[in-house]
C-alpha cells in the first residue's frame, strides 16, 4: 500500500471556494424546493429507457470520447448454432429485455427468492410489497471485512409483484405491482447514487418506513441506528407514516452522511426528489490515462449527487467540484459524497501486451529459457476440451509459441503453432455443436448469450464468461497477430465471444458490458448472484487477462475501436485490482482488524480471504496474479516494493514449493531485478507440481530474465 495512494482528494478549497460552493448548492436548493419535478401533478416520464430523462450538461475533461466499436451482433450471434444451453431463469424480468446476468443487482432478477443488493452507498431489497433500504455497517475481522443488509428503511407499497423493467451496467428500475398486474411504481437505484427512488405510477398509499411523520417542505426525517435517514417527496402528505403520492409524484429515502457538511442535508434533499432514471457510460483513451465518465441521467435533467470510491481518488484524477459534503463507511472503505450528474475518474493507461521484452537478457539466460523451452514444447499434453481449461491449455501453448519465435526459435515451436492453431480453428466453428458436444460454441436467444460446450464452473449459468473467453481471445491474438488466414478463419467466432462479454453497446441480442461495472471499475463473476451478499469477483487478474485478450484479438483482426475499447477496460479494471485485491489499503479505519495483505475474494457486501477452491495462503495470493501474461506489470503499479514482497511472504512462508508457485516467484519479481535473481535458482528447482497447467517453467524463466534476474 502507498500513502498516495489511500488519500482522499482534499476538501478543503479555501474561503471563496467555500462561499462560492455554499452559494450554488443554496441556489440550487431554493430552484428545485420552489419547482420541484412533478409537483403540478403531471405525470413523471416512465423510467429507464435510454434516453429517458438528461443532466446538466458537463465538459469532458481527460482524453475526449472514443468511438465504441460498431458491430453487427445479430450476424454474429445468428451464424452460431442457436440451442438454449443456458441453465437461467430470470424469474423478475420484463419481456423482451436481456437477462442483466453478472451485473450487482442481478440477485434481485434471477432465483425463486429476490437478494438484497448493494449499490453504494446504500443495500436494498425488494419484499413481498415493496422494499428495504439500509445503510451497512462493516464489521471486521482477521479474514473479512463484512457489510450485510441490515434494513432501515422498510416501505410498504401493496405489491404482489416486481419485475424489472429497465436495466444499465450502473443502474436498475424494478415495477412493483399490484394482483391484478398493474403497475403501482417503479423503484430505481445505481450504483453509487445514494437515494432510492419510487415514482408513483397510479394515486398510490404507501407505508413510508418507522420514524417518519410528517413532511415540512416535502422532507421529513427520522434517526434509525445512530443514522439520520431522509424522505423526500415531490407532491403529496404525510402523516401516521403514511406517505400518499399521487400519479407521477417521486418520493427517496437516503441516509446523511458522516460528517456532513453544513449543506449535505438541503443538497440531498433537493436532489433527491428527480429520480436517476439510468447512467449513460463513454471512455476515452489517452497516452497517460484511460477515461471513464458516468452520467447519472434525472427523469427532469437536474442534478443529482454520487459518492467516490477508492479507484476514482487513487493516482492522477479530474479536479472535481461539489465534492466534501461527507462520507460513508462502506466494506469497500471510505466513501465521499459529491453533488452533481456526472463521475469522471482516469486510470493509468495498459496497453494490451503479448511478448515479454526480452532485449538485453544475458545469453546464458537466454540459453537456459531455450533449454527449457524445448522440454516445455515437447510436453505439452493434449488440450482440454471444458470452455475454461481447454482455453487455459491454448493460452499456456501459444505463449510457448511466441517466446520461441523471439528467441528466434521458430523450428522449436513450428508444430506447437500448427497444433495450437488447428485447435483454435475447431473451436471457432460456427456449426461445430451440430457436430460434437466439445469444443464449440452456441448462442441462446432467452438468455442473450454465447454458451460453450463443455461448460465449466457454472459457465452455463453465465459465470466466469471473461476468464474462460479470455484466454481464447488471448491464444487467438497472439497466433493471429501474424498469421492473416487464421485470423480470417476464427474470426465469427471470435467476434462473438469478445462481443458476449464486452458489447460496447447494448442490442436485441446481447446486453451492454456483460460483466464489467463501470462504476465499481471491475467485473462481477457470478451470472445469477444467488448470495445474499451481492456478486462477487475472486481472480481480478484474469479479469484483466480478458480485457487485455479482445485486445490482443483487436490488433490481430485489425479492430481500432475494439483496441481502444479493450484499453480502456483493461486499465480500469487493472486499477481496481490493485486498490481492492492486491493492495487495498490497509490504513482505511472499516480495515482495522483485517490482518492479511491482500483481499482474495470481493463481494459487493463482504471482503474476504477466502477462495471458492482451496484455503492454501498461496491460493489467496496467486488467484489474483494468474496467468501473469506478459501486461502483469501493472501489478507493481504505484505499489511499494515492500507490499509485493510481503504479500508473497504471507503467501508462501515456507517457500515456492506451493499451489501458484511460479506465479508468486513472478510477483516477487516485480519488487525489483535483485527480487528477480533471488528468484532464479527456485525457478529453476521449483517442483513440477507447483506449476500452474496455464503457464510453464520456461516462460516462468523468461519472465524472471525480462525483469532483471
Known sequence: MTASRSVLPATGRGRWMLVIGALVAALLVAALLVARPWSGGGAAPAAGAPGDGGAPDAPVTGPPDAAPPEVDTAALTGALVQAADAKIDPVRLADGLAPPSNRWYSGLVFGEEPQPVFPLPLSFGLTAGGFTVGLPDPVTSARAVVGPHVPAVTVDVGAASSQVVAADPVAVTTRLLDAGGEALGDVTVAAGSPFVSFTAAADVEVVAGDGFDALTDGVATAEVGGTTWGLAASAGSLADGTLVLPAGATAAWYALPDDASDDAAE??????????????????????????????????????????????????????????????????????????????????????????????????????????????????????????????????????????EQLGADDLVADLRTRVSDALREWSEPAGCDERPARCFVYDEAARSVIGRTPSFGSEELNDHHFHYGYLLSAAGLLGADDPDLVEDVAPVMDALAVDIAAAQPSDELPQLRTFDPYAGHAWASGTSPFADGNNQESASEAVNAWNGVGLWAQASGQDDLLTQATWLASTEAASARDYWTDPDLDDPVMDGFEHRVVALNWGGKRDWATWFSAEPSAMLGILLIPMGPVSDYLAVDVDPETIRAAVEEASPDGPDVMFGDYLLMYRALAGPEDAAAAWQDAIDLPDTSIDDGSSRAYLLAWLAAHGA
Open 267 to 404: 443538497v440531498l434533499a433537493a436532489a433527491a426528489v428527480d429520480p436517476v432514471v439510468g447512467v449513460d457510460v463513454t471512455y476515452g483513451v489517452g497516452d497517460d490515462v484511460a477515461r471513464t465518465t458516468l452520467t447519472y441521467r434525472t427523469a427532469g435533467s437536474t442534478p443529482t449527487a454520487y459518492v467516490l470510491m477508492r479507484h476514482h481518488t487513487t493516482g492522477s484524477q479530474p479536479d472535481r467540484e461539489g465534492c466534501g459534503l461527507g462520507t460513508y463507511r462502506s466494506v469497500h472503505g471510505t466513501l465521499e459524497l459529491c453533488a452533481g450528474s456526472t463521475l469522471t475518474s482516469y486510470a493509468p493507461t495498459l496497453r494490451p501486451t503479448g511478448a515479454l521484452d526480452l532485449d538485453g537478457i544475458p545469453a546464458e539466460r537466454r540459453d537456459a529459457v531455450l533449454a527449457q523451452l524445448e522440454k516445455d514444447v515437447a510436453g505439452t499434453q493434449p488440450f482440454a476440451s471444458d470452455t475454461y481449461f481447454g482455453g487455459k491449455h491454448l493460452y499456456r501453448a501459444a505463449t510457448l509459441v511466441v517466446l520461441g
